[in-house]
């Protein structure tokens, strides 16, 4: 589990592929690799990973093709930054909010307002998604918790102050830049908790006659 607080920023320094999946190098001078050990996890870009290979300012992890899909790792190469945060431990402080480290999905930076004290980013998510993003609730981008300031529709409104920008790979965002999305646990929770009884019921595949009449189109 992570907290959304990132602890350093890295550098993707090489990548390897190995068949459909990659091998991926983060160098980072500031990030602290003492009590980093093989086997454990490190949010890089807020896609949770395992460490395979470890030196004193680098680690590795292996990235499969469904994470490739699902992430805004198609898109990074030599070079991309990234935010970086270790696996929390039971006695750190929940600075930001529970995050699994699981990529609901990727959203792309539609919108970049300047304002004296701070910048306002819009960010659209996949439509999927709309129905987790609430007013003032909190999302995971990039592995950064953040508080939603506004919502219109599958896009949604943050306000990122300067130290955020200074600490996180926030501050390279450009208009089409696209990013990973991570909703908050608890609104899929709720999801799920308010399905009731019918949770229990396999999902139905495709559209049957007992669907059809349950939803009103056929007469009893």
């Known amino acids: ?13 090489k990548l390897e592929n190995r068949g459909s999946d990659i091998r991926l190098t983060v160098s980072s001078p500031t990030l602290d690799m003492s009590d980093v050990a093989l086997g454990d996890s490190i949010a890089t870009n807020g896609v949770c990973l395992t460490v395979t290979e470890k030196g004193a300012d ?12 699902l992430t805004g790792f198609a898109h990074y190469g030599g070079g ?3 935010n970086l945060e270790k696996a929390m431990r039971p006695t750190d402080r929940l600075g930001g909010h529970i995050v699994s480290g699981h990529v609901d999905g990727v ?13 306002e980013f819009w960010v659209k998510a996949p439509t999927s998604l709309a129905k987790y993003i609430a007013h003032k609730g909190s999302i995971t981008v990039d592995g950064v918790s953040l508080t939603v300031n506004q919502v219109n529709g599958a896009e949604f ?19 089409g ?44």
């Not at 959203?107 to 910048?119: L, P």
């Not at 102050?161 to 996180?168: A, M, R, S």
Request: hydrophobic letters at 40%; a negative charge; aromatic letters at 8%.
């Open 1 to 13: 589990m992570f907290t959304g607080i990132i602890g350093a920023l890295g550098t993707i320094t």
């Open 58 to 69: 680098y680690y590795c992890a292996d990235v499969s093709a469904e994470t490739i899909k």
């Open 80 to 82: 991309s930054r990234v």
């Open 107 to 119: 959203g792309e930076v539609s919108q970049i307002i300047k304002h004296t004290d701070y910048i």
């Open 157 to 175: 409104m943050l306000w990122i102050i300067p130290h955020t920008l200074q600490e996180t790979i926030m501050g390279t965002y450009t208009v």
């Open 177 to 220: 830049t696209q990013v990973n999305l991570e909703v908050d646990v608890i609104a899929r929770y709720l999801e799920r908790l308010m399905m009731g009884d019918k949770a229990a019921s396999p999902t139905t595949k495709g559209i049957d006659m007992a669907f059809l009449a349950e939803n009103g189109y056929l007469k009893r």
